[in-house]
Every structure is written in structure tokens, then in C-alpha cells.
């Protein structure tokens, strides 16, 4: 689990390397947690507080925002984004031992955070216990390898790294519906919905985007750079054949990445998809704990 802990270097370089990816899906999250003017959001995993800083827009003055982080150096991005907003605090948490009290927040959200989870039942167990009657959790999770960004180095790093191979399964363990659908019910949320969202981003070439993964940036960053030369290489050159994408940009593909998501272009790299859920809280002691009603 260590490996998979946001070090100073993966913190260091992941808006320049992923901000454009999980901006992307923030706006579905927000949505799907019902989150409005006034509410009070706890954004579990917050990374560099980049969901937590769309739902401080959303819910106002008279709202407010807690961004927490179980990385000390994550948690820090996300302070000096916040810093100046008056109704957002940032906390060091783990996820599935919130310190904090039950029935006090109207939203929980975790954006590309609970497949990091060693125990991902027992973090939507604490987003439950924290939200009033009523309130909603919404995630957004991995669905597979192949439509992953950067996620997807992971399982090529545990080819040659069979001991990171758990680590990197588990990233991609809840990328099934009827498993996250399954998780969130059992954990006693109702009128459970899964969507899932696509979506292509471009890159120039596959050394534009294998950078961010060489200088340890985000997750599969740092555990890349901790590893032998001759793995690096190998990480590399699969990575590299897995991706489609051409070694070398030239100016005629990179400018047909702007169209990126309508057509084809080699040069872009088309796929990301996140799976969103969201459930209700029931806390309610006329209702059952599991309903077992969860619709998907
Ligand atoms: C891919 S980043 C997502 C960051 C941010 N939510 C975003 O969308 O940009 C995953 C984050 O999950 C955090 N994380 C991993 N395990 C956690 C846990 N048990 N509790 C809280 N945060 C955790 C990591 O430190 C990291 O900041």
C-alpha cells in the first residue's frame, strides 16, 4: 500500500499531469451528489482540492467545503488552493476512519480516490455514517486498464513487478457496475445509480505523455521511478506498444487533437472512462440498514 501513497514528487507534478483529467469528470460528480447552494461536502481524496474548490463555487458563502486527504503532501496542494476561502478547512484523513462527526455533511464526494482504498466497503461504511438522513456520496472509480490515463501503467509495472500486482488490480477493482453498485448497497445506501462516463483525451505523442510518468508524477509515477533501469526501460517500451500512440509528434497529427473526441486521429488517444455512483444515505431508524433495493 505504501507504493500507492502520493509521495512529495507524485504530489509535486499531478495538476501539470492530471488536473485536465479528473476536471473533466468533477462536474458529473457534483452533479450526481446533488450538490447546491449551502450544503456542507466533504470531499474524501482530495488530492490538489480540485473537486473540493468546483463544489466551494457550488454551495456559496453560506455553504461550506472540507477537503481531506489521507497524503500530508496532497493535503498541502489542496491548503494553498484553498487558502483563501473562508468556508473551506483541509484535513489529513483517511478514508476509512474519518474523524469526523456522524450526520454533519449534506454531500460526500471522492473523485478517483476509493479504488485507492485498501478497503473500499469500509470508506463508503464512513461516507454513510457522516451524512444526514438523506444525504448523498457519489465516487467516480477506474473502469479498465485500456480506458485508463495514467492508472493504466500500473498493471504493466506489475508484469515485471509481480509484488505491485495486488496494488494494481485493486485500482481497477470496482470498475464493474454491479460490484460498486453491490458495495454502495451493501453499505446500506439506497436508490443506488451507476453511469458511466467517456470521454478522449489528446496527447501529442506517447513521449509527451510518458514524461509525466518518468519524472514520478501521480501514482504509477512515483512507483515508476522507483524501479531498476532496465525495468524503466521495459515499463516503458510495453507502455509504449500498448498505447497506439506514436513515439514521435508531428505537426500535421498534434493539430488534429483538437478535434479529439470526433475523430480518429491517431495522435489522439482516445479513451478515460470513470464510472460515477452515488447513493443515498438511509439513516432513517424506520428503515432497514440493507434494503437490498439498490437500482442501477
Ligand atoms: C487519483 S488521486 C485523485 C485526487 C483528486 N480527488 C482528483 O480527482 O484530482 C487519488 C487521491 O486519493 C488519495 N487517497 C488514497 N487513499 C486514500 C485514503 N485511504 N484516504 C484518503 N485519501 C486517499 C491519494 O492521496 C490521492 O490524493
Known amino acids: 500500500m505504501a507504493q500507492l501513497m502520493y509521495d512529495a514528487m507524485a504530489a509535486a507534478g499531478y495538476e501539470r499531469g492530471f488536473a485536465r483529467i479528473s476536471s473533466h469528470f468533477i462536474p458529473f460528480l457534483l452533479g450526481a451528489a446533488g450538490v447546491t447552494a449551502g450544503h ?41 488552493r484553498l487558502k483563501a476561502a473562508p468556508n473551506a478547512t483541509i484535513q489529513i484523513e483517511d478514508g476509512q476512519a474519518l474523524g469526523l462527526p456522524d450526520a454533519s455533511f449534506d454531500a460526500v464526494i471522492c473523485s478517483l480516490g476509493l479504488m485507492f482504498f485498501p478497503d473500499p466497503a469500509r470508506g463508503l461504511g464512513q461516507f454513510r455514517r457522516v451524512l444526514h438522513n ?51 448497497a451493501a453499505e446500506g445506501f439506497r436508490d443506488v445509480k451507476i453511469t458511466t462516463e467517456k470521454h478522449a483525451f489528446g496527447v501529442g505523442s506517447f513521449d509527451e505523455y510518458f514524461d509525466h510518468v518518468e519524472r514520478g508524477w501521480g501514482s504509477a509515477g512515483q512507483v515508476f521511478v522507483s524501479l531498476s533501469p532496465d525495468t524503466q526501460r521495459a515499463v516503458a517500451k510495453m507502455s509504449g506498444a500498448m498505447s497506439g500512440i506514436p513515439a514521435v509528434p508531428s505537426r500535421s497529427k498534434s493539430r488534429s487533437c483538437s478535434a479529439v473526441g470526433r475523430n480518429k486521429s491517431p495522435s489522439c488517444w482516445t479513451r478515460t472512462v470513470a464510472k460515477i455512483g452515488l447513493g443515498e444515505s438511509e439513516q432513517s431508524a424506520m428503515l432497514p440498514a440493507h434494503p437490498g433495493t439498490a437500482a442501477q
Do not use: K
Open 134 to 184: 438523506g444525504g448523498r456520496a457519489a465516487v467516480s472509480v477506474n473502469t479498465v486498464p485500456e480506458r485508463s490515463y495514467n492508472t493504466r501503467i500500473h498493471p504493466i509495472i506489475a508484469r515485471y513487478e509481480p509484488s505491485l500486482a495486488a496494488d494494481a488490480a485493486r485500482l481497477f477493482s470496482l470498475g464493474n457496475e454491479r460490484t460498486l453498485g453491490t458495495l454502495f
Open 40 to 80: 456542507r461536502v466533504l470531499d474524501v481524496a482530495t488530492g490538489t482540492g480540485l473537486a473540493a474548490e468546483a463544489a466551494r463555487a457550488l454551495v456559496g458563502s453560506i455553504g461550506h467545503v472540507t477537503a481531506a486527504d489521507i497524503s500530508a503532501q496532497m493535503a498541502e496542494r489542496a491548503r494553498e
